[in-house]
Nanobody, 123 residues
């Protein structure tokens, strides 16, 4: 069964950067749509981006567009989320997920979730 393991979270000051990783137990990048979500304390989980495997297109939520960039390394079965110009409102637990399809920046019919990695943006 496919497993996803996130890492790279931590504490960062506003304006700083972090790179999150999502390692898959087997090859996913070219065959499955996938995305990233986050859940802020006391709030519901929200989608932030979705990648369509068929053409590699990426849709980002407006809240992260221009600051976050997703990329993948097929050789390592790993997806990366580069987060720049971080804001306190970016604080939360970040999850990668493999899903059925992309509805804009939302990954729908998620089949596999990672365990999440926490990000705190604070001075």
């Amino acid at each position: 069964q496919l497993q996803l393991v996130e890492s790279g979270g931590g504490l960062v000051q506003p304006g700083g950067s972090l790179r999150l990783s999502c390692a898959a137990s087997r090859f996913i990048l070219d065959f499955y749509n996938y995305g990233w979500f986050r859940q802020a304390p006391g709030k519901e989980r929200e989608a932030i981006l979705c990648v369509t495997a068929s053409d590699g297109s990426v849709n980002y939520a407006d809240s992260v567009k221009g600051r976050f960039t997703v990329s993948g390394d097929n050789a390592k079965n790993t997806v990366y989320l580069q987060m720049n110009s971080l804001k306190p409102e970016d604080t939360g637990v970040y999850y990668c997920a493999r899903g059925g399809y992309c509805s804009g920046y939302v990954t729908s019919l998620v089949e596999v979730w990672g365990q999440g990695t926490p990000v705190t943006v604070s001075s």
